[in-house]
């Protein structure tokens, strides 16, 4: 128990998980190959082109050749691309697929030969192995025994080596210092639809994160540094959206990552199977996927077929607004984004003189629209099916002192019912209410608690009650891959099952999910995530056969 141990042993696979409800719906199916894959020769071609496999040239025409927006240097990063596939392909490029970028581009952490950790247990641990890096530890021995705010044991154990003593108030320096060792890179490609950080770069720019801006940041580069080196600052120990977006497209420029990432990629589908072990010079039973999509240019749609050894799911939670599925949610003035409301504000199609925007919803999105709306003197209905004392409400989780905007509508929630009078002009909220349809002339029929039906005018309305991933791409929308496979995918219910060491699918080789695909939805946790699945990756390299 006191001696250290190379990494590898596993205690069992853990499962903790938060209780928070939401659902997923899904769409496009797609199902696993079965039958051998197509030989490697074929992960790049132009049409017309073989690979000198007779079968092969008698088959199926090829998969399409790579994106021309693909640069000459990528290509090159890619290795032999006509004949071996990748090692990775991490889809998503938000903090958790930059940040595993960051880790499989060789920059090895190893604990700082002068520091002491103030957690006694794990300054014991540290010292066992000195100058041995933490991705070739026993991630699961040197976690043990941490406590904090994530279920991760992992997450735990990356934090407290980057923020030793951030839950106490303290400002300690990382144990960690961090060496680039290119004989320890894998080759690797990271596919996202926007910009590198994802998701936000579509979130208004002036929102305040939730989040302190310290712990946004990611592997040696504090967010405090740059923005000091940007001449920003923080607000209350917090950073905007704006801010976050533009740390983490620099954080790529800077490290020297950029040639791994391919912006305005959109996957459609991952499909996997077992090569023939008799052809196109396979060398074990390991699962292949092909990675198929198009990347989204201003001459069009540009086809893309990538093959790979692992594939890293990294897709964030924003792809698909949840919805309330109830008659007339299709009709014109019901948006489930809030930049509907920015853009309805901006051209002028909402005024104080409007009827009320309608915002349902009990969580910080909602929040955040009551806030935008009241800024602009826009009249507001607020409805949401919760009690106001409700512990489960985020606003009873957050300390009033950091957060004072939010604490400010959940006391309007609070003491604004529309059976009271009114002590916030402009603001009426409706605790405990049931929408039940809307209606084309812009009315919105509720049912209260008693069953009393209720319609209001409206001009706009909001459904802002969380969103999910959109895994369309996966046989099944990657519902099989759920700790609860007969429940619906949910990142904070019911994520995808993965070890909780390691980050790949306990029901699929290759497979791996980190993030809020895997229960990690803070910045600050999805970071130990990326060190399980860059440890587990490193650990297969090694093992690779010549």
């Not at 004949?83 to 499989?104: A, K, Q, T």
């Not at 959940?410 to 019912?417: K, N, T, V």
């Not at 209410?433 to 029929?445: I, N, S, T």
């Amino acid at each position: 128990m006191g001696k250290w141990r190379p990494r590898g042993s596993c205690r069992g696979n853990m499962q903790c998980r938060q209780e928070v409800p939401a659902t997923l719906t899904s769409s496009e199916v797609f199902f696993t190959r079965t039958q051998p894959q197509p030989c490697r020769q074929m992960l790049y071609m132009t049409p017309g082109q073989g690979c000198g496999h007779p079968v092969h040239d008698k088959g199926p025409p090829p998969a399409p050749s790579p994106p021309p927006a693909m640069s000459s240097s990528r290509k090159d990063h890619l290795g032999a691309s006509s004949s071996e596939p990748l090692p990775v392909i991490i889809v998503g490029n938000g903090p958790s697929g930059i940040c595993l970028s960051y880790l499989l581009s060789g920059y090895t952490p190893y604990v700082k030969p002068d520091a002491v950790h103030p957690h006694p247990l794990l300054q014991r641990k540290l010292t066992e192995a000195p100058g041995v890096s933490i991705l070739d530890q026993d991630l699961d021995y040197l976690s043990e025994g941490l406590e904090g705010r994530s279920q991760s044991p992992v997450a735990l154990l990356f934090d407290a080596l980057l923020r030793p003593d951030t839950d106490f108030g303290g400002n300690m320096k990382s144990v960690l210092t961090w060496k680039h060792q290119e004989e320890h890179a894998i080759p690797h490609v990271v596919l996202g639809r926007n910009l590198p950080g994802g998701a936000w770069h579509s979130i208004e720019g002036s929102m305040v994160t939730l989040s302190q801006g310290q712990w946004m940041g990611l592997p040696d580069l504090e967010v405090k540094d740059w923005m000091q080196k940007k001449r920003r600052g923080l607000r209350n120990s917090r950073a905007t959206a704006g801010d976050i977006a533009h740390y983490y497209r620099d954080y790529v420029v800077k490290k020297g990552l950029g040639h791994n990432f391919v912006s305005g990629a959109v996957v459609t589908a991952v499909e996997w199977g077992t090569p023939n072990p008799n052809s196109c010079g396979a060398q074990d039973s390991s699962p292949l996927f092909q990675v198929s999509g198009f990347l989204s240019r201003d001459q069009g749609r540009q086809p893309f077929s990538l093959w790979a050894r692992n594939v890293v799911l990294a897709t964030g939670t924003f792809d698909s607004p949840a919805r309330l599925g109830i008659p007339g949610e299709a009709l014109p003035f019901i948006h489930h984004e809030l930049s509907a409301l920015e853009a309805a504000t901006r051209v002028g199609a909402l005024t104080p003189a409007s009827d009320p925007v309608l915002i349902i919803g009990a969580g910080l999105s909602a929040a955040d629209a009551v806030l935008y709306a009241r800024h602009y003197n826009i009249p507001v209905i607020h409805a949401f099916r919760r009690a106001v004392d409700d512990p489960g409400l985020v606003f009873n989780q957050l300390p009033k002192m950091l957060y004072p905007e939010y604490h400010k509508v959940h006391q309007m929630m609070r003491e604004q019912s529309i059976l009271s009078p009114s002590p916030y002009e402009g603001y009426r909220s409706l605790p405990g209410h049931r929408l039940l349809c809307f209606k084309e002339d812009c009315q919105a029929v509720f049912q209260d608690l008693k069953g009393v039906e209720k319609v209001f005018e409206v001009s706009l309305v909001l459904v802002l009650i969380g969103s999910h991933p959109d895994l369309s791409f996966l046989p099944g929308a990657g519902a099989d891959f759920a700790v609860d496979p007969d429940q619906p995918l949910s990142t904070k219910r019911n994520p995808i099952d993965v070890d909780p060491f390691t980050y790949q699918s306990t029901r699929q080789e290759g497979l791996y999910a980190m993030g809020p695909l895997a229960g990690d939805n803070f910045v600050r946790f999805v970071q130990g995530g990326a060190l399980a699945v860059a440890s587990s990756l490193l650990r297969k390299e090694t093992r690779k056969p010549p």
